[in-house]
């Protein structure tokens, strides 16, 4: 970590600055320049926060030398980690392809939606039983009874099946019931949330934060990895910017950001990110061109009678035909979409 | 809920939405303008997402006319909320002055601080025990142990205390020794601590999330609220923005924006806002000048060797000082601060 | 455009909003609610701004219909913009291909590049002889040498050559060297600048400014347009967020929705985005696959070397590389990629 | 000047970063740790861009040790720099009051205008001439016949004016009729008007740019600064944000950063960055408490009727009665407000 002093800083301000790096763990490399003094701290400065420095009064900036995160960065494993679930792979150049409605709103339609979309291609479901919604009135999912007709439709399909966890208390019953647990948006930083699915054991997927950096993200699946599972999959899913025109800005740059800094595999969710039904499919091309290894869709056979989701949703024959164009990209790129 | 179609509508596109609106129990009002055809659905829109409406292909916008929450708002009550916790208000003409540590250290420590920021003017308590940390190798707060000092320090000094609480399961030992929960700012959106809270029945400190909207701010109190218990003290605390010459931007219009939307209480946190000690003060300042109901100020008794709190902190004797300046500027608005 | 006031507005404060209508010829159409009395203005808003009655005491919100530009919507044209110069397209199933330096530096330099990117598939040469710097210090560009090798390497390449305008002043200038006048993101409402282009006629790159919304960047494009210039090509090339891990972020959502707004082309310039070469590269891939008619590649021969323009520059031989494999993507679209 | 080479880094690459530190005419200073090489550029960093180093593919992160900035500084000049105008100051323990309509309408409304806030407590005359706005549509100003008015209404109320340039062309007229140049903030980075106004020699006032950071506008200064003219008056004018209840949000903690790190004054502009007249009070308070040197005032004599202003203007009893609370604040910071 090095340490940039203020204009003037006085000798009391070094030594104590010193005495904080050594109270840490740390040695301290002081360079007095002609303008500034500059301060290193060597050592392991993982478990150092910049913040512990930075709002001090003699200190104009600090800079971290090494990441903040050590298991889930390509410096501590070089190679891609690749996930299979039932047989079904996320990473190592398969395009997945999760689909489902936003919510379990029924047996028949978890399960009609479930072999439409698996006939159409894709390789994972996807449904929510317990959903966040920002307003106490709206429509909080089915709960336990979502979760069975999701089983059901895994059942049915043989696809493995992913939903949300929101509380720790429910964690029983996502092991009960779920493959692939998935952590919200608005919980990327729900700690508690975090140590409990790292602790399950089943593979997570992480979505970024409505304002997260990639590394607050990446910390956030390292609170997941320090608990043993490594089964993590990030998932980018829009982030919040000034701009109307999309719910929000799905940052595309993301993917190969994140790739290049860790090895865990990434997917997109054009759905959410863009919250319009017309903007999935160039959103979904974007993603697999830029290298994502995989998308979530969300698919409803009735999107305007649908009272509990989204109107991002596309209709089963529309995702067929979307499918089949964005294969030819995943070719172009010399991957495979779905259930190649 | 007005909802303007794109031109070149159709009569079905019509319609659907017609149907659509009906099936949320409103009725529509149909206008057919030379350009666009413009839609109102007309009855308690309260319960209906726009989402539901803004991702149809054929929809431009949808303008919401009543507001999504209720009880919070200020149509629903006019006059102010004020909270009394063991004799000490929060709103109606006082400025509260919550001081404290960011982390219960040690009993020493908190009871040493506690007296020092009740003598020095504070009437509020507040210390962490339950720290939700960016990194899990970082201090996670001593727990139910740090409740106890926190308690300690309350009768020790007399004042209410504040304590931040993360988990569900933990809703207990809040019932226990906390007078106020917090909420934090990562948590805003955690919607079943919400629940707990609003349940509880104590009153809330409820943080504005790291970049929520004052609107999602508002639908998070109304989750509490929706659970009965209306005596929630709003905090603004800073919003992430791109401007990086400070942790967060302390937006200050929020505090006259909330107060003319809602009759609950509003705190600022210019701690946590400015991540500068330099900063505190001025950004205080500010908060009282622009209408705050309260301030909530980090101090530590050697901000230098604190390895679990923030630098943004103040030294018991330059709280002290600043709490003397500040009271100037509260009288010029009419207000007094802390415990007058 | 509709105006929904304030619970409790009085009968004056609707009065006034009237005659506020009429003033601008429009009428109005009162409707009382039971909690909010709504406005609608008739007639053609176009002129009207809406800020003209959002900072009214009374008036809660303010939708406008209609959209605020005209010449440039797709309402207004229904076919894609097609713009040819000197025999190359921008528009209609090609992705041109703008290639070359940051700044031109030199004569041999500028021919140089200019040849290699053409033998690589380029069909636009681009080069900046003016350029906005953010410090005083910082080398400003050529001038009118500089627009000189531009043109050389016009001659040389048979390609048509495109160059950043700053200053009115140099209208002339432009007008004697360049094919396609660029605006750059921070000049993109310097209206005095695009009222000059819009009436020198030659096609216009008009980048997003660096926090526009969409809105705003088309309402720029309306300001050229109604000088009679309707030759603008959009170029996205990222926007100011909170994410430090690029210098902007791009917007790759920004194609398809201007595309639907809009009947002019829409190109992308990934190395501005991204601000680092690796991300060059699957920045392009997702424009094209999310349907850019463009791509504005910066080229350098010895990137470590050059002191005046950004290390996002690729060398000739990667640029020759990354067309080959951008190729298969567009041809996965149905369109062609450069000199095709 | 920091680099920071990414783990893995070849000698290779540390020699081409040696050599292009050396071709800024700098020395490099090379750190090889376990985990990272670290490079330190010394001597003059203040011409060389660390984008230069940034968005090379084997560099991780660049440091700024110096600020790009001199001449505007705290460093390099201590003591506040205090601007005189005909006889009123800015900066030095007064809170300048500039006050006038957002555009000039005609000779009696601006003198009319004029005398009112003069008599209200103004010390300076605000109004536009030129007007940038959004749609080329719209009301572009009275241009030189507004000069003349204002240049009345400052013979007539023997307060200094201030108007804004739009275009480099316009500087003689600025020259004959205004004290004050305004640079807006969609010129802040218009990098020839900035140099136009540097050499001209009046004082300036340099609005923030919608989405600059501190650190841009300290260089647009610095670009006025470095052609001799120090007389620079910083305004904030909100920042471009998320957040819809505010036109812009308001960054009251960029006062007492801008202090810190420059000896110019800074002002605020409440009007422009809340967009709502209830707003302008707290805002403008809040400014006071924080520390402004001056606040800049919309001020119409019927808003209602305003075709071309905003309706954040407030009628000139409401601004006398605000003056005169503001005074308050004012005095419990230790300063006077206006024509004390």
Redesign the interface.
């Known amino acids: 970590m ?1 340490i ?1 002093l203020r ?1 003037g800083a006085t000798e009391r301000d070094i030594l ?1 600055i010193e ?2 790096i050594k ?2 763990g740390l040695s301290a490399h002081i360079s007095r ?1 002609t ?2 003094t ?1 301060i290193g701290a ?1 050592g392991d400065e ?2 150092v ?1 910049p ?7 003699y ?1 104009e ?1 600090v ?1 971290r ?2 990441k ?1 995160y050590k298991l889930v960065s390509r ?1 501590f494993k070089k190679e891609d980690t690749v996930i299979t679930v039932r047989g079904q792979r996320i990473g190592g150049g398969a395009v997945a392809l999760f689909a489902g409605p936003c919510s379990v709103e029924g047996r028949e339609m978890m399960v009609g939606i479930g072999g439409m979309v698996a006939s159409a291609g894709a390789n994972f479901l996807r449904g929510g039983a317990f959903k ?7 429509f909080q999912g089915l709960g336990e009874e979502g979760l069975r007709y999701l089983a059901e439709a895994r059942d049915a399909t043989g696809l493995p099946v992913a939903t949300e966890l ?4 429910d964690i029983d019953l996502m092991a009960k019931y779920a493959d692939i647990i998935q952590i919200g948006a ?2 990327m ?4 949330l ?2 409990e699915v790292g602790k399950l054991g089943k593979p997570v997927i992480l979505k970024r ?3 997260a ?4 993200w990446l ?1 956030s699946a ?2 997941i990895a ?1 608990e043993g599972n490594q089964e993590i999959i990030l998932c980018e899913r829009g ?9 929000n ?9 994140v790739k ?1 800094l860790s090895h865990l595999p990434v997917i997109a969710d054009p759905s959410h ?7 999935v499919e ?2 979904s ?7 994502t290894d995989g998308l979530m869709i969300e698919v409803h056979h009735e ?3 649908a ?1 509990s989701d ?4 596309l209709r089963p024959e529309a995702f067929r035909e979307m499918v089949s164009r964005l294969a ?2 995943a ?3 010399g991957k495979t979409l779905g259930r190649a």
């Open positions: 090095i940039v204009h104590l005495e904080k109270s840490h320049g303008e500034r500059i060597i993982r478990h926060d913040e512990a420095f930075e709002g001090l009064d200190v900036k800079l030398i090494l903040p410096d966040p919604r920002t307003s106490p009135y709206a929101m509380d720790p208390r608005r919980n930083q729900n700690f508690r975090l140590t934060g409505l304002s950096t990639i590394v607050e910390m390292e609170y320090s982030i919040r910017t000034y701009e109307p025109a999309t719910r800005t799905f940052d595309v740059s993301a993917i190969p950001v290049a990110a863009a919250g319009k039904v017309s903007l160039p959103l091309a974007a993603a697999i061109a830029a290298g999107p305007e009678k009272l989204g109107p991002q949703s030819k990209i070719v172009a790129v």
